[in-house]
């Protein structure tokens, strides 16, 4: 997979760049409040429709503009001929709220068709929370890397955003009216299934992942993370077990069980490693599972995502940094911001991009 040039105006820091990308490292170079990260958080939102640093898309509107625009051609492996494949994708939206979005001429409304095709393994300062932070981020993790590569998955997830909707709009009404227990229940149904086949597909991705992990730690980068593991037991569901919630829920006007309240642990030793672990530990452990990820995408899809590393230099030590810097050769692209490009040493047939 490969990022080939890329458009993006309005766009938080940045007020219009255009860029061809033709090496397989693209070193973003520049100091502070230049644009760095929010450049590869553009390429972020091409793959997601989301800012990777949690910022709603109000937010990234850039002070005074109307409207951003995100725009990219790149190729990919077609998972039908197994030919490589151009893609070309415009996002836009406007401070009124307005979206659009094209694919290949295909005009689209919501940005979750963006899932799926474009692929990218993300690594920043925010990454941190997946080890440290609350189950939400390790969701949207687990929920990207499987849906970018399982339409089903992502259809599956989407159903279930639809159904907990429908089923909180109806828990909030009961503060007015006599709620529709027919209706709940059917609701209720609907989030056994749908949480059932996701927690299968989360749980057999995970194991993908935490294989890849050992097996990096194995290679001799991670050593000091020998024994940590990915720990994954959803609670268990079902009607029952829902309906016993049914006065809790109507009290609170949400509902309480199902998919949406889902996590995974990292276990060091056995114990919970968030609980222990610096926050330099965790800064690494995070890039850890950043990149087993990116071998789980690799595993399912037949390529390597495109891989975004913000501001190394700052989280990982330098022989670390060595390390890391000689694996993602084997990435067919990857983009890396630095304030010295020279500290990257001359090893990497980079290109380098001055904000």
């Avoid at 050769?329 to 304030?339: G, Y």
């Amino acid at each position: 997979m490969f990022l080939e040039s890329m458009w993006v105006q309005g766009f938080r820091a940045l007020a219009e760049q255009r860029l061809e990308f033709t090496a397989p490292v693209t070193v973003i170079q520049g100091g502070n409040g230049t644009g760095k990260t929010t450049l590869l958080d553009a390429v972020y939102f091409l793959a997601s429709g989301k800012s990777f640093l949690g910022l709603a898309n109000a937010e990234l509107i850039r002070d005074m503009n109307p409207y951003f625009v995100v725009a990219g051609q790149y190729r990919a492996l077609d998972a039908v001929t197994g030919g490589v494949v151009n893609h070309a994708v415009q996002a836009m939206f406007t401070s009124e709220g307005r979206k659009e979005l094209r694919i290949d001429g295909t005009v689209y409304r919501g940005f979750i068709h963006l899932v799926g095709g474009l692929r990218v393994a993300s690594f920043n300062f925010n990454s941190v929370f997946l080890v440290k932070g609350l189950p939400s981020a390790r969701r949207q993790f687990i929920n990207l890397l499987v849906a970018s590569s399982d339409r089903v998955y992502l259809e599956t997830l989407s159903a279930y955003t639809e159904v907990m909707a429908h089923k909180n709009a109806v828990l909030r009404q009961s503060s007015f009216t006599t709620p529709d227990m027919s209706l709940l229940d059917l609701f209720d149904e609907q989030i056994v299934r749908l949480s059932t086949a996701i927690y299968a597909k989360r749980r057999a991705a995970l194991a993908v992942i935490d294989r890849a992990m050992r097996q990096l730690v194995s290679s001799g980068l991670f050593g000091v993370f020998k024994d940590l593991v990915i720990a994954y037991e959803p609670r268990a569901i079902s009607v029952d077990s829902i309906r016993a919630l049914r006065d809790r829920e109507l009290a609170r006007h949400a509902c309480l069980a199902g998919c949406h309240l889902d996590d995974f642990s990292l276990l060091r030793s056995g114990k919970q490693f968030r609980e222990s672990a610096s926050l330099g530990e965790a800064k690494v452990a995070a890039l850890l599972l950043t990149l087993a990820g990116a071998e789980f995408t690799r595993a399912a899809t037949g390529e390597y995502p495109i891989l975004l590393l913000d501001d190394l230099e700052g989280d990982i030590d330098m022989a670390n940094l060595d390390r890391v810097l000689h694996l993602v050769t084997q990435f067919d692209q990857v983009f890396i911001t630095s304030f010295d490009a020279a500290r990257l040493g001359s090893g990497l047939n980079a290109q380098s991009v001055n904000l």
